[in-house]
């Protein structure tokens, strides 16, 4: 399937955004799907993954902060983040583990 993110924009530190990871095809056989960041001039770097069934896997440095969730139904996997930082901004990511990767969607918070 070929993935693509949206949702980016720019906030004040503090404030939240919803990302979301659409799929072209069906994600119910897809058991692992994660979303990634790449900040400027470093590299991407993993910030959550969550299993077919549900099961949720974060970073440390976004735990308490972020939630990634998927709607089988809808094809979509979705990332909230809340209390976002500067040190967040960057290009997120979301991927299927299986080689597919979405577009990006730039993420820039402000303080």
């Known amino acids: 399937v070929q993935l693509q993110a949206s949702g980016g924009g720019s906030v004040q530190a503090g404030g939240s955004l919803k990302l979301s990871c659409a799929a072209s095809?069906?994600?119910?056989?897809?058991?692992?799907m994660g979303w990634w960041r790449q900040a400027p001039g470093k590299q991407r770097e993993w910030v959550a993954r969550?299993?077919?069934?549900?099961?949720?896997y974060y970073s440390d440095w976004v735990k308490g902060r972020f939630t990634i969730s998927r709607d089988n139904a809808k094809n979509t996997m979705y990332l909230q983040m809340y209390s976002l930082k500067s040190e967040d901004t960057g290009v997120y990511y979301c991927?299927?583990?299986?080689?597919?990767w979405g577009q990006g969607t730039q993420v820039t918070v402000s303080s």
């Open positions: 095809g069906s994600i119910l056989s897809i058991a692992l």
């Open positions: 969550i299993t077919s069934g549900g099961a949720t």
């Open positions: 991927g299927d583990y299986r080689g597919s």
